[in-house]
């Protein structure tokens, strides 16, 4: 079952990157790169109910695209063994 905050939601995706109606300070935004989809969703949710603004990406290469659009995040939280593309590659 996802959260409704969840970023997977497509319904609240555009929410994410809003901040929280009791907070004028900014979201922090933060890039989470992991292979493991379980692992991926359940930190998200964890992050993003602890009012953080998440992003996912499911391996080295689609970091690397969406890095190449775009590069407001304050942190990026990074697997280092994932297939095709490590963290240490992306890294580099």
Same mark, same amino acid.
């Given at each position: 079952?996802? %959260?409704? +905050? *969840?970023? &997977? +939601?497509?319904?609240?995706? *555009?929410? #994410?990157?809003? $901040?929280?109606? !009791? +907070? /004028? %300070?900014? =979201?922090? @935004?933060?890039? #989470?790169?992991?292979?493991?989809?379980? !692992? =991926?969703?359940?930190?998200?949710?964890?992050?993003? /109910?602890?009012? !953080? &603004?998440?992003?996912?990406?499911?391996? $080295?290469?689609?970091?690397?695209?969406? #890095?190449?659009? @775009?590069?407001? !995040?304050? #942190?990026?939280?990074?697997?280092? @063994?994932?297939?095709?593309?490590? $963290?240490?590659?992306?890294?580099?």
């Amino acid at each position: 079952m996802t %959260s409704p +905050n *969840h970023p &997977n +939601n497509a319904e609240n995706a *555009h929410s #994410l990157g809003q $901040g929280a109606e !009791f +907070n /004028d %300070s900014p =979201r922090i @935004r933060i890039l #989470l790169v992991d292979d493991d989809e379980l !692992f =991926r969703e359940s930190l998200a949710m964890n992050l993003v /109910d602890e009012d !953080f &603004n998440v992003t996912e990406c499911e391996n $080295g290469r689609a970091c690397m695209a969406l #890095l190449n659009d @775009r590069a407001d !995040f304050d #942190l990026i939280l990074l697997d280092w @063994r994932m297939p095709g593309m490590s $963290g240490i590659e992306v890294v580099q």
